[in-house]
T-cell receptor, first 112, second 112 residues
Framework: GENVEQHPSTLSVQEGDSAVIKCTYS??????FPWYKQELGKGPQLIID?????GEKKDQRIAVTLNKTAKHFSLHITETQPEDSAVYFC???????????FGTGTKLQVIP | NAGVTQTPKFQVLKTGQSMTLQCAQD?????MYWYRQDPGMGLRLIYY???????DKGEVPNGYNVSRLNKREFSLRLESAAPSQTSVYFC???????????FGQGTRLTVV
């Protein structure tokens, strides 16, 4: 089955700096890669996603890149703000939603 | 529009006790999922229901049962709780077309 590895497990940045979280996947059939943000005491919420026919996608301060050949994808957050502090999960999906595999999460702390 | 609602938010059980976690969604989605979240392990699928009247096992189904009561409600039952079932449980309901999933706020369960 699919295996998704996520690094780093924790990340501290100064407010205004950029943050990068990286994930690798193993199943070449995976074709959809969502990123979820989980704030303390809440459920995960989708913040951005990318499909395998696209190399990069941006939404304001958040961007995701995908390298299908190397089987890795990354989340980039620019101009970080304290409200970006949360746990971020990457995921890889092939076929139906039951085939989603999540990474182990990255706890991002933005220091004011 | 509440999205996905889980009850209870917190629960402490003694080993061997039983309980049912409730989940309801008001988005008229066909599918519903139960995950458990453990430190360093991301989200793991316990059971899912692709449509009313169907349920299927996920990655970690042992020790759990589910019931898809109707299109809105999907419950998770622990018949004889064990300390290994101490976790945070999330119910999720993906959009039609299996892209974005909407998560409940979670149930933090401790088995002593």
């Amino acid at each position: 089955g699919e295996n998704v590895e996520q690094h780093p497990s924790t990340l501290s940045v100064q407010e205004g700096d950029s943050a990068v979280i990286k994930c690798t996947y193993s199943d070449s059939a995976s074709n959809y890669f969502p990123w979820y943000k989980q704030e303390l005491g809440k459920g995960p919420q989708l913040i951005i996603d990318i499909r395998s026919n696209v190399g990069e996608k941006k939404d304001q301060r958040i961007a995701v890149t995908l390298n299908k050949t190397a089987k890795h994808f990354s989340l980039h957050i620019t101009e970080t703000q304290p409200e970006d502090s949360a746990v971020y999960f990457c995921a890889a999906q092939s076929g139906g939603y039951q085939k989603v595999t999540f990474g182990t999460g990255t706890k991002l702390q933005v220091i004011p | 529009n509440a999205g996905v609602t889980q009850t209870p938010k917190f629960q402490v059980l003694k080993t061997g006790q039983s309980m049912t976690l409730q989940c309801a969604q008001d988005m008229n989605h066909n599918s519903m999922y139960w995950y458990r979240q453990d430190p360093g392990m991301g989200l793991r699928l316990i059971y899912y229901s692709a449509s009313e009247g169907t349920t299927d096992k996920g990655e970690v189904p042992n020790g759990y049962n589910v019931s898809r009561l109707n299109k809105r409600e999907f419950s998770l039952r622990l018949e004889s709780a064990a300390p290994s079932q101490t976790s945070v449980y999330f119910c999720a309901s993906p959009q039609q077309g299996a892209t974005e999933a909407f998560f409940g706020q979670g149930t933090r369960l401790t088995v002593v």
